[in-house]
């Protein structure tokens, strides 16, 4: 499946430009293992290992992707994780910049539908979760209304879609 990547003459758009096929492979290379040492995913995209690494680092650089470790948050105490749609009155940036700030919310997506904003929250528990909403939302100029959809039972997360 790699080769078939690789072989693909295509670029995407993505905001800063395209991305070439090339790209892409080693984004999907890093998707199915962010550890992935260089060598090997040059090797499976037919480039050095340097030239792997100077891809990986304009691709960070232009924001088309970050490395990172993702949690489980139960196993590191976080027992409650909540969606709160958000209605807004006025200009949505202020209070979509303040919400991420919050070290607490790990997604800020402004939408268009029944709310305007959508975050996610990640907290220790119940009376965390409550006084993320009352005290630290609802509390946000512009703020007029949220609506709480709390996670019961995650039952898929994954980031490695590829680059379809």
Known sequence: MQS?????DEKKPNGTGTIDAVSLAIIEQLQEDGRRPYAAIGKAVGL????????VQK???????QIVAVTD???VGLLRQAMVGINVDGDLEPV???????????????TAGSFDLL???VCEDD?????MINK???????????ESFVYLKLRKQTYTWGTR
């Open 4 to 8: 078939e990547v690789v072989a693909r």
């Open 48 to 55: 050095s290992e340097a030239a792997v690494r100077q891809r």
């Open 59 to 65: 691709l960070q650089d232009q924001g088309v992707m």
């Open 73 to 75: 948050p139960l196993t």
């Open 96 to 110: 979509a910049e303040a919400l991420a700030e919050l070290t607490e919310v790990d997604y800020v997506v402004v």
């Open 119 to 121: 975050v996610e929250i």
């Open 127 to 131: 009376e965390h979760l409550l006084e």
């Open 136 to 146: 630290r939302i609802r509390t946000l100029p512009g703020v007029r209304s949220t």
